[in-house]
């Protein structure tokens, strides 16, 4: 019996549908077999992979515990080996950022005197406030969790403002408006220094550009303002949050460590005396002040899972696959942590970059705190010599100390860090 009209069109239509699957299944049989395999991982769920395993308050510590049971995180990178032979030695494949979508224009920070010469005074500053909360809003919404939850599903920016999980689309609004404030307003205080002539403003990264924006053709010109002012507003966001935490940070070592404290402080005594502070030039003549900034690096790294990188296109790495696209984040905090390298790794224990003459190592951390290849943190020298500075005056100048309560008696605390981007 033939099959009716009707039927006959449905095999039609059925027809190249199979042989679109067919050579959909032979491309994707023939590309797996053709290429090598991705790297070890825990096995995914479908749609929201392994979302569900993350820690998402810690999630350095769930790659590095995959590490220890796979070999490799889902591409966290854990050696500072690996990390040289990706995000260094093929800089050119892995320095894309991935797309993240509350934070599109959200990089890193410099101080608002260098990029606009901007003097923000002591106490409540207008701009300082706008930064502090567009860093503050920012963060809440580049939370490990959060960034993990739009990146799978990005429509929840979509959904109507009635809608059920909506409230984070508003929140990445209002982090929005926060980003385009401080990319506006401090940006149109220094051109208004530029109008007035005023000699504040002429040194100024801003002012500089600005001033060689004006030889430029009118057509580049909006161009040219664009780049500058997101590149001034990711140097104003990235060196603000990193320097402060770094210095909690030490400062947190010093209570817990007094004998720390106290060598430093001895050693600072008997090679610059008591008459004046120490100046960069002392810098050399201090290694354990030295050693010091080295574990202050090392045993809280600030950015625990550094700032991701994403792949511009396929590579193999060791026998393993890694397609374009790929979410590469080079997990500080393992390599900080890595026990064969750090014994008792928890414990903040500056002589470990000191020989047995009490010269420093080649260890040095700044060499993956700060991130690697060309997307390595551009204020690293910044970074590493203001808080030097910082670390070395305030060694010289205070003792820290637990807190104590009216009757004298020591307050004790646990240290706790807030998730983040940043901790
Ligand atoms: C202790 C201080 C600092 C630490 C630990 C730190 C760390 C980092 C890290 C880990 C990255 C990501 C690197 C990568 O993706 O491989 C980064 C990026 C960045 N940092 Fe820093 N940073 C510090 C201070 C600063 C300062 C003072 C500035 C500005 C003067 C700055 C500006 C930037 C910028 C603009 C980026 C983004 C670079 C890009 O996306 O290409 N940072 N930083």
């Given at each position: 019996?033939?099959?009716?009209?009707?039927?006959?069109?449905?095999?039609?239509?059925?027809?190249?549908?199979s042989?679109?699957v067919?050579?959909a299944?032979?491309?994707?049989?023939?590309?797996?077999?053709?290429?090598?395999?991705?790297?070890?991982g825990?096995?995914?769920l479908?749609?929201?992979?392994?979302?569900?395993?993350?820690?998402?308050?810690?999630?350095?510590?769930?790659?590095?515990?995959?590490?220890?049971?796979?070999?490799?995180?889902?591409?966290?990178?854990?050696?500072?080996?690996?990390?040289?032979?990706?995000?260094?030695?093929?800089?050119?494949?892995?320095?894309d950022?991935?797309?993240?979508?509350?934070a599109?224009?959200?990089?890193?920070?410099?101080?608002?005197?260098?990029?606009?010469?901007?003097?923000?005074?002591?106490?409540?500053?207008?701009?300082?406030?706008?930064?502090?909360?567009?860093?503050?809003?920012?963060?809440?919404?580049?939370?490990?969790?959060?960034a993990?939850?739009?990146?799978?599903?990005?429509?929840?920016?979509?959904?109507?403002?009635?809608?059920?999980?909506?409230?984070?689309?508003?929140?990445?609004?209002?982090?929005?408006?926060?980003?385009?404030?401080?990319?506006?307003?401090?940006?149109?205080?220094?051109?208004?220094?530029?109008?007035?002539?005023?000699?504040?403003?002429?040194?100024?990264?801003?002012?500089?550009?600005?001033?060689?924006?004006?030889?430029?053709?009118?057509?580049?010109?909006?161009?040219?303002?664009?780049?500058?002012?997101?590149?001034?507003?990711?140097?104003?966001?990235?060196?603000?949050?990193?320097?402060?935490?770094?210095?909690?940070?030490?400062?947190?070592?010093?209570?817990?460590?007094?004998?720390?404290?106290?060598?430093?402080?001895?050693?600072?005594?008997?090679?610059?005396?008591?008459?004046?502070?120490?100046?960069?030039?002392?810098?050399?003549?201090?290694?354990?002040?030295?050693?010091?900034?080295?574990?202050?690096?090392?045993?809280?790294?600030?950015?625990?899972?550094?700032?991701?990188?994403a792949?511009?296109?396929?590579?193999?790495?060791?026998?393993?696959?890694?397609?374009?696209?790929?979410?590469?984040?080079?997990?500080?905090?393992?390599?900080?942590?890595?026990?064969?390298?750090?014994?008792?790794?928890?414990?903040?224990?500056?002589?470990?970059?000191?020989?047995?003459?009490?010269?420093?190592?080649?260890?040095?951390?700044?060499?993956?705190?700060?991130?690697?290849?060309?997307?390595?943190?551009?204020?690293?020298?910044?970074?590493?010599a203001?808080?030097?500075?910082?670390?070395?005056?305030?060694?010289?100048?205070v003792?820290?100390?637990?807190?104590?309560?009216?009757?004298?008696?020591v307050?004790?605390?646990?240290?706790?860090?807030?998730?983040?981007?940043?901790?």
């Open positions: 019996m033939y099959p009716s009209v009707d039927g006959r069109l449905d095999i039609l239509a059925v027809l190249p549908l042989f679109a067919i050579i299944l032979r491309r994707f049989i023939a590309n797996r077999e053709s290429k090598p395999c991705l790297p070890p825990p096995v995914p479908p749609l929201i992979g392994n979302v569900l395993s993350i820690d998402a308050k810690e999630p350095w510590l769930t790659y590095t515990k995959w590490h220890a049971a796979y070999g490799q995180g889902v591409i966290s990178i854990n050696s500072q080996h690996i990390a040289e032979a990706l995000l260094d030695k093929r800089s050119d494949i892995y320095s950022r991935p797309y993240l979508a509350t599109e224009q959200f990089s890193s920070s410099v101080g608002m005197s260098t990029i606009y010469d901007y003097e923000p005074s002591a106490r409540n500053d207008p701009l300082v406030r706008i930064m502090e909360n567009t860093v503050a809003v920012g963060l809440q919404m580049t939370t490990p969790g959060k993990i939850l739009l990146q799978l599903f990005p429509f929840l920016l979509k959904l109507p403002d009635w809608c059920w999980g909506s409230s984070i689309k508003r929140d990445a609004q209002i982090s929005t408006d926060h980003m385009n404030k401080i990319r506006d307003l401090p940006f149109q205080s220094a051109q208004q220094h530029m109008a007035e002539n005023s000699f504040l403003g002429q040194f100024s990264m801003v002012a500089e550009n600005l001033q060689r924006m004006e030889k430029q053709d009118e057509a580049s010109k909006p161009t040219f303002e664009v780049a500058l002012k997101r590149a001034a507003v990711a140097g104003v966001m990235g060196s603000y949050e990193t320097t402060s935490s770094t210095l909690m940070v030490f400062a947190l070592a010093m209570v817990l460590y007094p004998d720390v404290q106290r060598r430093a402080q001895a050693e600072i005594d008997s090679v610059i005396g008591r008459d004046r502070l120490p100046t960069f030039e002392d810098r050399a003549s201090l290694p354990y002040v030295e050693s010091i900034l080295r574990e202050t690096f090392r045993w809280h790294p600030i950015l625990p899972l550094g700032v991701p990188h792949t511009s296109s396929d590579d193999t790495y060791d026998g393993f696959f890694i397609p374009k696209g790929t979410t590469v984040m080079c997990n500080t905090w393992a390599i900080s942590r890595d026990e064969k390298r750090y014994p008792d790794a928890s414990r903040f224990m500056p002589e470990r970059f000191l020989d047995v003459n009490g010269v420093l190592t080649n260890d040095d951390p700044a060499r993956y705190v700060f991130g690697l290849g060309r997307r390595a943190c551009p204020g690293r020298h910044a970074g590493d203001s808080v030097w500075s910082a670390i070395v005056t305030m060694l010289a100048t003792d820290f100390s637990f807190a104590k309560d009216d009757q004298g008696k307050i004790d605390f646990t240290p706790q860090f807030n998730p983040g981007l940043v901790w």
